[in-house]
């Protein structure tokens, strides 16, 4: 083949020799670029198309833990993680919120965009609050887990 300069032409301007041809097996293919591995390859750990990052059932990587047994720590860790990132994005997008409604006032001419941005950005926060909140019960309910799995038992009188 002769040197080819290839041109980029922005996200969406696609070539057709860069597609892959139809009725193409997966295999490598010095001309296409295109590996062995095929996109639709369906994964053994979820079930969706390309998703190879995950050990599966049998490759759990900890030699001295059971198969099925969940670390509720770390989930409980993960979950608050999330949390703390609803906090976030909860404050910043209030913080947003008031800023457009003091542009609002301060800004006549463009007072009607400066409203408009300012109840998405309480949407946003709003929503963002919510993911929080549910990452919250979401972490209580792996604490409990994590409780009921080390024999710690809850009783519920009430």
Do not use: W
């Not at 079930?47 to 001295?64: A, L, N």
């Not at 059971?66 to 993680?81: G, I, L, P, R, T």
């Not at 997008?93 to 007072?111: M, N």
Request: proline share 3%.
């Amino acid at each position: 083949m002769s040197e080819e300069k290839h041109h980029h032409h922005g996200l969406f301007h696609h070539h057709k020799e860069h597609e892959k041809p139809e009725g193409a097996t997966g295999y490598s293919d010095s001309t296409t670029g295109y590996s062995d591995q095929s996109a639709t390859a369906y994964s053994e750990t979820t079930g969706y198309p390309g998703d190879r990052c995950r050990p599966s059932e049998t490759e759990s990587g900890d030699y001295g833990r059971k198969e099925e047994e969940v670390d509720y720590k770390k989930e409980e860790k993960h979950h608050k993680h999330l949390e703390h990132l609803g906090e976030l994005g909860t404050a910043g997008a209030g913080a947003f919120a008031l800023l457009e409604k003091h542009k609002a006032e301060k800004d006549p001419e463009h007072a009607h965009r400066h409203k408009i941005e300012e109840e998405i950005a309480a949407a946003a926060a709003v929503g963002s609050g919510g993911f929080a909140f549910h990452e919250h019960h979401e972490k209580k309910e792996a604490k409990e887990e994590d409780e009921e799995a080390h024999g710690k038992k809850h009783h519920h009188l009430f």
